[in-house]
């Protein structure tokens, strides 16, 4: 138990810091936003391109895999409901909770953790999950999130924009360097994306902290909490019961890897994603906060099961 926790610390105490930096002044929003657009166009980007370029698909578990990614769509799609119709948000806001419930915070907290508890296949498994977020989520949002902001857009500038968008673009960069097999296994190449890619945990983290620093009236409210328990309590049981009837893998210790990334807190992406289409990350970062400390439970569970 003291052994997990001690794993879990350095992303609480990073985004404490973050959080008493914001208090005192020393950093505003708009330094929080400059955080995040780094990550949108240059950080996120990195990750997404080493991890398509170095894959091995071979290695990708496809019943693990779909059952996470219909899993996914459901609880996306149902948070998207809720956010637009219930909660009256705006589209383009609506389209970041859905993947702010459908992106779990995998790369950051998830991964490292797998390391150190898990063996060698459960952490390709995530590794895999984190793939198919990159190539296929990421995608998807960012296309919905161009078709919602800029309606009135011709169509050739529209298709420009959607290539040119830095996630779609480093999933491009990614599939053609893999097809292609150049080789960027240890060369500078490797290296510059792997510490472009490192930057991601720390900055987000620090990021949410000096946003959150200016939003700590009604953290929890109706939308922040429904979030919240939709991406860590109906989640994973969404995917056990799909597990279940579709795969007859209905059991944690058949799906580790998905479960595991299943039970993880909402994604910092999202607030790369509202920097970028300027959308409030008020009731965002909030859920993110909420969900990241309550996943100490649901982490500690699933670690707990997982190597009984």
């Known amino acids: 138990m003291l052994q997990i926790f001690f794993g879990l610390t350095p992303f609480i105490f990073i985004t404490l810091l973050g959080f008493l930096f914001g208090k005192f002044k020393i950093f505003n929003l708009n330094h929080a936003k400059i955080l995040?657009?780094?990550?949108?166009?240059?950080?996120?980007?990195?990750?997404?391109?080493?991890?398509?370029?170095?894959?091995?698909?071979?290695?990708?578990?496809?019943?693990?895999?779909?059952s996470y990614l219909i899993m996914q769509s459901v609880c996306g799609i149902f948070a998207f409901l809720i956010t637009s119709k219930y909660f009256k948000r705006p589209i383009a806001e609506s389209i970041i909770w859905a993947l702010t419930v459908a992106l779990s915070n995998h790369v950051t907290l998830i991964l490292p953790i797998t390391e150190i508890f898990f063996?060698?296949?459960?952490?390709?498994?995530?590794?895999?999950?984190?793939?198919?977020?990159?190539i296929i989520l990421i995608s998807v949002i960012a296309f919905f999130l161009e078709l919602a902001t800029k309606?009135?857009?011709?169509?050739?500038?529209?298709?420009?924009?959607?290539?040119?968008?830095?996630?779609?673009?480093?999933?491009?960069?990614?599939?053609?360097?893999?097809?292609?097999?150049?080789?960027i296994e240890d060369t500078p190449i490797e290296y510059t994306l792997s510490t472009l890619a490192l930057c991601v945990s720390p900055v987000g983290l620090f990021a949410i902290g000096i946003i959150l620093s200016f939003y700590t009236k009604n953290v929890i409210?109706?939308?922040?909490?429904?979030i919240s328990v939709l991406k860590l309590?109906?989640?994973?049981?969404?995917?056990?019961?799909?597990?279940?009837?579709?795969?007859?893998?209905?059991?944690?210790?058949?799906?580790?890897?998905?479960?595991?990334?299943?039970?993880?807190?909402?994604?910092?992406?999202?607030?790369?994603f509202c920097a970028a289409y300027n959308v409030s990350p008020e009731n965002i970062i909030k859920a993110i906060f909420i969900s990241t400390f309550a996943s100490i439970a649901t982490i500690f569970f699933a670690i707990q099961y997982l190597t009984i």
Not at 51 to 62: C, E, K, R, T, Y
Not at 246 to 257: L, N, T, V, Y
Request: glycine share 4%; net charge neutral.
């Open 36 to 66: 995040n657009l780094f990550l949108f166009y240059i950080a996120i980007p990195a990750l997404i391109i080493k991890l398509i370029a170095l894959s091995d698909f071979d290695q990708i578990d496809v019943n693990q895999i779909t």
């Open 119 to 134: 063996q060698k296949d459960i952490v390709t498994q995530v590794a895999s999950i984190i793939l198919m977020d990159s």
């Open 221 to 226: 409210n109706k939308l922040t909490f429904s």
């Open 151 to 183: 309606r009135n857009v011709k169509i050739i500038i529209f298709i420009r924009n959607i290539i040119l968008n830095p996630m779609i673009l480093s999933i491009l960069i990614g599939v053609f360097l893999f097809v292609f097999n150049f080789d």
């Open 233 to 272: 309590i109906i989640s994973p049981l969404i995917l056990l019961l799909i597990g279940l009837v579709i795969f007859d893998s209905g059991i944690p210790k058949e799906i580790p890897g998905a479960f595991l990334v299943s039970v993880a807190p909402c994604g910092l992406s999202a607030l790369a």
